[in-house]
């Protein structure tokens, strides 16, 4: 989120796409209801009528997979009805800034950007660049007025989303889409904010960052993004996902968003030059330029602080990915099926629930010498080998169960949707002998490095200088006891050594203050700068509980804290026009004073932009300024609508490109797997499909099918579908179905509802089905995962896989 | 002692039933074997360990859909039919607070209070004792909210001084069920629709069986010999159709 739960309070306009909030956020509906009882619009925009729906003042359906066409139709009625914040645009935006005019868009390429290589299915991208000055600055025409600025080429780009072509893709009725366009830009005016709650119903698809990225640009164009009821808020889908992003669960990020090191880099100095972004505009930040101070610390806390500069502090001890090599999710599983994987740690998960294409999942994890399940209960992936179609007799995989602690039985931080980190406390004593996770891995660092020290090996000081003082050693090397507190202060960092930074003197084992004060000479440790200054002189920043909210806008700015340093909206400092005065008076976030900032921490602490020695607002970024036109993205500048991998329709109605040109196509060439088949506008799949949640169970639920309760409200895997669908296929509300795709299937009791309609599409009549993924076959007569069903296709930047629209049949059980 | 009541604006409910979770934890109520039938309404009605439950209803209007939720329990009537019609002094009672809660030693397992309700709530169980809704009556009186309430996340099942709750709504422009009928029900809705929609009688009344029972023959039962001849006459006026003043005579509509 770039704002946070509280702040949806604040909005004039919320609209939920690509999530279902009532259902699986049920808590953010108390401030979507409060933001209502303001006189908020609620819009819920759903291939299914949900009980967000059921909330919400407009609902538009839409087709699975054609949220681009439904967004870029919104961006060309905006700006043919004049709808933008201009000011906001010139100020805050790439808006201005003047392209290649050798770049061409989709219009002109049959759906392609200029630079496309159909063999390696990627761009070359030197067309996707700024015409720049002498000195390498973007030029720009703040009259936005040039044909070859970002804004008119934008508008020529959606100019082909009319609400005509719009609804032939989405197969929403035009006066629904207008209803929705016209509600939802009328926050463009100043003063008027309008925000969005998205979740995996917008990523989880082969164009799921371009769906983002026309969201993010519509919030832009509206003057919506940094204030008070805005933002782009992405709404997490665990309690932690937000912190175990931060602290690098993906494997292309170290903590902190710090790529992970490839072979090429080779050493220290080459990392830094070579990730470190550069600007030659004096007016941008550009704060990735202190790369260097921030890798180097995260060094120092990785590592022994024995290793000195000249052991670049133990950057070769970082693991590093081939060139090319993509390690994420889908590409784990196939190197795993093809016997390039030997053992696995299925930690506080169940891929052969969760996993796209579930049942390729279950056959990779019998193609392992072994696997560590590490989970509060039993579950399909601990127990994958006596699974159905499974010969436990032909099952060579070793599999070790080590019972974890749960959230309540342990202490700790969790970090939400909304950025802030929370210290949470131990109600309970984990039963039995379960242990929490911290505990398990302590346990796990002192074996592995005692036979490592006891026995040799290939390349044991990645092991053995790894830093682990967490705590009081035993004779025996082993902690006596986890102090979990010691974790939380390394994350934040220390002074290694006596040091003056601006003005002030500190001395060795100091917490650092804050990110602005750590150091690339190795004398800060800092396991990830974004969260320094969450616990540092003034002690456990997480642990605060505040009730104080001086803004008004419910900030709260000393309850818990934010990342990063404890800003609690990220842009803000767009929510200002040029003199620092907030676009919107009642619910300013930071305002200029004549000497300072006011209000929530600003986003640069500079002076307002029309102030000699300001930097513009958008620090993180070289430029300084939002990206309208995003050259950093594989499918194109400009979201354009491809079709899902497995679409019902045999072309793309707005261009020869019928799927996204960038993705990966796993089922092609020599190699291809018959696990991952598809089989897109194929009689056999006729129905469209979607999979989700619920609010009566969790993820895969494996907490929640083993709470009685909870199973006694949901206890079964069902389908939904339209009465149009069920009349024709003879099934009758209630009656068992078989649901198949190209990959397996499922067997579902038929919710027969009128919340699902069919779609009219290019004049044809497409039916769509949707399947909660929380059931699996351990849980009797529950049913199996939805996932059986769903294909393996990834999105173009993040691989994330498209389990939100592919194709099914739908057959009456005898 | 003021006198407490629910406030139920359907109209913030989002079904996401932490009221009836919330319940089953609090009065330690074991889940019961279910199979979904073409519905999220789970289990289908209440049961002597579902003490509250949501009922969903779809509706189509023209064009558009609309997808009703409304929590059922015990509506803690002021004018209450079980605590009238229950024979047993103390089995069914009025707590401080104005709430109809129950001791289960003093139930006789007579059922009437079934059929004195307007509302179709009371549950026997396993031991045929009376079950049902008593406002988690042990923890308001230790100053706490009754479960459903402090789990509910959108404020729609709120609890408190009635006569607060009754002036908030009305000051917020909202239109009340439950006010005036029964001497003022402890369970008040704020409704999208007519009550028959939600399955609510429309003026609810105790059947008039109970009248006779409570107010002509159960004065004569304190003659001994003529009691058994009440009894028996009672038992023969609650069979058959309850008498309601406007039937719940609405069809069921989706999400059944």
Known sequence: MTNHWIDIRNSDVVLVMGSNAAENHPISFHYVLEAKEHGAKILSVDPRFTRTSARADIYAPLRSGTDIAFLGGMINYILNNDLYHKEYLQLHTNATFLVDPRFRMPGDLDGLFSGYNTAKRSYDKSTWDFQRDADGVPKSDPSLQDPNCVFQLLKKHFSRYTPEVVSGITGTPVKKLEEIYRTYGASGKPGKAATIMYAMGWTQHTVGTQNIRTMAIIQLLLGNIGVAGGGVNALRGESNVQGSTDHCLLFHILPGYLPTPKASLKDLTTYIKKTTPTTNDPQSANWWGNRGKYITSLLRAHFDTGLGAADEFGYQLLPKLDDGQNASWLMLFDKMIRDQVKGFFAWGQNPACSGSNANKVREALSRLDWMVAVNLFDNETASFWKGPGMDPAKIDTEVFFLPVAASFEKEGSITNSGRWAQWRYRAVKPLGDSRPDSEIMTELQYRVAKRYRDEGGAFPDPILKLSWNYGFRMPDGRLQELDIHAVAKEINGYFLTDKVVKGKAFRKGDLVPSFAYLQDDGSTSSGNWLYCQSYNGHGNNMARRSHKDPSGIGLYPEWAWCWPVNRRILYNRASVNADGVPWNSQRPVIWWTGSGWKGDVPDGGWKPLSQPGTRKSFIMLPDGVASIFGAKMKEGPFPEHYEPLESPIKNNPLSGTRTNPAMKLFYEGAEKLPEDVYYSNDKRYPFVATTYRVTEHWQTGVMSRNTPWLLEMQPQLFVEMSPELAADRAIGHGDMVKVSSGRGSVEAVAIVTRRFRPFKIEGATIHQVGLPWCFGWETKNAGDSANLLTPTAGDANTMIPETKAFMVNVEKLS | ?256
């Open chain 2, 1 to 256: 002692m003021k006198r407490k009541a629910f406030l139920i604006d359907t109209t913030r409910c989002t079904a996401c039933r932490s009221c009836q979770v919330a319940c089953k934890q609090w009065n330690k109520l074991d889940a019961e074997a279910t199979v979904n039938r073409g519905s999220y309404e789970n289990p289908p009605d209440l049961t002597p360990l579902l003490y509250n439950q949501i009922h969903f209803i779809e509706q189509e209007q023209g064009d558009d859909l609309r997808w009703l939720f409304i929590n059922r329990r015990c509506m803690h009537c002021a004018d209450a039919g079980c605590v009238k019609v229950c024979p047993s002094a103390g089995a069914l009672y009025h707590t401080k607070e104005g709430l109809v809660a129950y001791n289960r030693e003093k139930c006789i397992e007579c059922h009437y209070c079934v059929s004195g309700c307007p509302f179709d709530v009371p549950r026997y169980d396993a031991k045929q004792k009376v079950t049902k809704c008593h406002a988690c009556s042990d923890r308001v009186q230790n100053g706490l909210l009754p479960a459903c309430a402090k789990a509910c996340p959108t404020q729609a099942l709120s609890f408190g001084d009635r006569d607060q709750l009754i002036a908030e709504a009305k000051a917020a422009g909202k239109k009340l069920y439950g006010e005036n009928d029964l001497g003022g029900l402890g369970v008040l809705y704020v409704l999208d629709d007519e009550p028959g929609t939600y399955r609510l009688p429309k003026n609810p009344a105790i059947p008039a069986s109970i009248f006779f029972w409570k107010d002509v023959v159960k004065p004569l039962g304190i003659l001994g010999f003529w009691g058994a001849v009440g009894v028996a006459a009672l038992h023969y006026v609650t069979i058959g159709p309850k008498k309601l003043d406007d039937a719940d005579d609405q069809p069921r509509k989706g999400g059944e």
